[in-house]
């Protein structure tokens, strides 16, 4: 009888100690975020929302879903077909095999890495400048992976009937893809959009050398092929949110209510997409 | 007439196939060029990979072919002053950075697995509808908070905090860097700690209440073991994304390029060293060649930790 009750007290114990674990983590991670957005909204002033040369956030906030929608152009129509490559054509061997091992390698390479490699390439090689282009350039082969896996998981999920039935109905290959497969799969292939993009925002370490800081912006300037100064030129160098945190403690001065202001609105961000890729 | 009719319809038949293959033609020539095009697609995904390996191998190889340092050198020794010209002659020993990772990355480990597995254990085994509705969304979406707000956070309130309670000059230190990286890797190693425990068959616990153990003793001699392999993979997930962050721990580890002698000591990792340095470093010098050269080790040990990954998780065989 002592046995049992010794394995129920500690059961109860060990139950306890979860909890507690549970609720600590629980209070922690709200904590930090309210933290994150109170602090950065009680110190910001007006001023900080605008969009002028310098302390506001406004353009930074504008390069970086700029960016990140640019990556999105490269990293989308890659990973999706690199994606149906694995889960419709690819045949067991050797080839496959590397090209998973390579998927895998990109999802853990170290952001900086890839900044390097961004730097080399497009700057270094192709002479682009620190840019936008190089930036997003770099942004997206830290999403490739992750729209790649997702959209192979998405189609390799969907039940067998569905290609079975629209083989049998006489279409090829490529047309049960196009109008069977692929349509049922968008949502899913929706989130890992949405997990990429959510990264992109967030990504600093790959842009410190690809898109340089200190951003030029102005807003009646509308002409693509003028110096650097248009919105919606992509050889620009171009400052985003988290950059500009980092860049907060090199320049002695910047007032640290700017950054807690990006701070939080990268968690805002942040957020938003992560509500959005569950719904 | 009827001839004539039966002519016809055998043209028109014949035309009919005639159209039909056309057709059917063009259909297997777009099958083909779509099967072609996600290949190709496929094909780019390694040739990117290949060529990220094939440039930092070109350029970090520089030290060891152009300086002429040894890699024992690079590996083993503290003493880090390149220079920062063509010509070279200063000294590549990297150890000081190698050191501060492992020692960061270590600690990061140290504190966030026992609190990680015991939160995948809560939300699966303990609380399981509050865990799969709250929790682990919760969780999960602290992966994607981006490292610099974990590591401003880390400077504005954990290292004046560290600085207070343990009366230190500065709060930079080893420890700060630890516990901003152990917050980091905590929803990695948890999310999929909690995958691996989910995985494991009902039939399991089952057993194990036949038998009459509480559900501490379940989890503990039955489903942890059970789910090792995964708990383990979560692991090494979270050591890479730790080991290859570079901001969050630059903000936090005090940049000062010696040994860590302590928890409260400063010391550089490789990462921030890279970050730091690479945008002062003239193109071609030592200075840069020997910043590639710890790229270089950087993509090799994440290629090493997938290939533990793959080992861990590898199908096992029936033990009977």
Known sequence: MNRVQRARGINQIMTGVFYLIAVFFFTLLIGFASYVIIKGFTGATPEMFAFARKGSIGNQLFNTIYLVFISLLFSIPLGVTAGIYLAMYAKKGFLTKFLRICIETLSSLPSIVVGLFGYLVFLVFFGLGKSLLAGALSVSILAIPVITTTTEDAINGLPGHYLQASLGLGATRWQSIYHVLIPACIPRIMTGVILAAGRGFGEAAALLYTTGSGTDLRWNNWNLTSPPTCPLNIFRPAETLSLQIWGGLQINGQDPNLANLSAAILMILVLLFSIGEMH | ?320
């Not at chain 2, 780019?44 to 060529?51: E, K, P, S």
């Not at chain 2, 400063?266 to 193109?283: C, D, F, R, V």
């Not at chain 2, 071609?284 to 080992?311: D, P, Q, R, V």
């Open chain 2, 1 to 320: 007439m009827y001839c004539v009719f039966r002519e016809n319809s055998e043209q028109q038949y014949i035309s009919l196939i005639k159209g039909e293959n056309m057709k059917k033609q063009n259909m297997f020539t777009k099958e083909y060029a779509w099967r072609g095009l996600m290949t190709a697609g496929g094909l780019l995904v390694i040739a990117i990979t290949i060529c990220i390996g094939a440039f930092l191998i070109y350029k970090g190889s520089g030290t060891f072919t152009i300086f002429g340092h040894s890699i024992f050198e690079f590996l083993g020794s503290t003493d880090w002053n390149p220079e920062d010209n063509a010509q070279g002659g200063g000294t590549v020993g990297a150890l000081i950075f190698i050191v501060g990772s492992l020692c960061t990355c270590g600690l990061a480990l140290l504190i966030a697995t026992p609190f990680a597995v015991g939160s995948a254990i809560f939300m699966i085994e303990i609380a399981p509808k509050f865990g799969e509705k709250f929790y682990r969304p919760i969780v999960e979406i602290f992966a994607g908070i981006p490292s610099v707000v974990y590591g401003w956070v880390g400077l504005t309130v954990l290292i004046p905090a560290i600085k207070k309670v343990f009366h230190l000059q500065v709060g930079h230190s080893v420890l700060a860097a630890g516990i901003v990286l152990a917050l980091m890797i905590f929803p990695t190693i948890s999310n999929v700690a909690a995958d691996s425990i989910h995985s494991v068959p009902k039939d399991y616990r089952m057993a194990a209440y036949g038998l009459g153990s509480t559900r501490w003793q379940s989890i503990y001699k039955v489903v942890i073991p059970a789910a090792g392999s995964g708990i383990l993979s979560g692991i090494i997930l979270g050591l890479a994304r730790a080991f290859g962050e570079a901001l969050a721990v630059a903000m936090v580890i005090g940049q000062t390029t010696a040994l860590p002698k302590g928890l409260f000591s400063t010391t550089k990792s490789l990462t921030t060293e890279i970050a730091a340095q690479m945008g002062n470093a003239t193109e071609g010098g030592e200075m840069k060649t020997a910043l590639w050269t710890m790229a270089l080790l950087l993509f090799l040990l994440s290629l090493l930790f997938i290939l533990l990954i793959h080992y861990f998780s590898r199908p096992k065989k029936d033990k009977e």
